[in-house]
């Protein structure tokens, strides 16, 4: 089975993808991660993320794996453990980057099909149930205030940057969902058939709980 959740940036989509495939004992994959990999790995080589020549050649050459640890995965490039180096914001802003050119989507989505084919799969991204698994059984779209994400956001990055500021972040989270509402390679929209939850003012275990129920009654 298949089990896809899409949604803009903060809507709680990662958290809850983890927490789903821990309780139904299925792979975690997240996509996002993918691209980050690509913006991460050309920005340590000094390559112009415009260069979409250079960016799909490093989408077809990096070896990214998935591999399972006890806070859901662990993202291997190339063999190297990425842990954190994935997770900061330039990273994040060129992955929005490399995310809107055609044939390093071209490349990833197809991994990331080749990987759902595996088995049992909890994948989260922005276009999971419109263009890389539009016949996943399961298909969620999370949604949530600007604000509301943006203190999610900033709650989980300020420990490593003091200097964060909130008023900031929502803007950069507005101006995210801009680029990838309009983006002309799959932008981020709610597929058809997919049960949309905002998740503003849901705890964790609130929406980990009804998306399982949801799945169970399939």
């Known amino acids: 089975m298949i089990i896809a959740i899409d949604g803009p940036a903060g809507s709680g989509k990662s958290t809850i993808a983890k927490l789903v495939a821990k309780r139904l004992n299925y792979r975690y994959i997240d996509t ?8 991460w790995t050309a920005q340590k ?3 112009s993320l415009a260069d979409e020549s250079a960016m799909a050649k490093i989408a077809q050459s990096l070896k990214i794996e998935f591999v399972p640890s006890a806070e859901g995965q662990e993202v291997k490039v190339d063999g190297k453990i990425t842990g954190a180096l994935l997770k900061n914001e ?7 980057t490399v995310a809107a050119q055609k044939f390093v989507r071209a490349v990833l989505v197809d991994q990331q099909r080749q990987i759902g084919k595996t088995g049992n799969t909890v994948m989260d991204g922005r276009d999971i149930g419109t263009v890389v698994f539009p016949e996943a059984q399961k298909k969620f779209f999370f949604i949530a205030d600007a604000e509301e994400r943006g203190r999610r956001r900033y709650k989980e990055l300020k420990h490593k940057n003091p200097d964060l500021d909130l008023k900031t972040i929502v803007e950069e989270i507005r101006q995210r969902d801009q680029e990838d509402i309009n983006r002309k390679i799959s932008p981020l929209v ?14 964790i275990e609130e ?8 799945i169970n009654n399939l």
């Open 190 to 203: 709610k597929a058809d058939d997919a049960l949309e939850v905002d998740t503003t003012r849901l705890s």
């Open 207 to 214: 929406v980990t709980d009804y998306v399982l129920e949801n």
């Open 45 to 47: 080589k000094g390559i």
């Open 32 to 39: 996002g991660a993918m691209y980050r990999a690509v913006a």
């Open 90 to 96: 330039t990273v994040g802003r060129g992955a929005a």
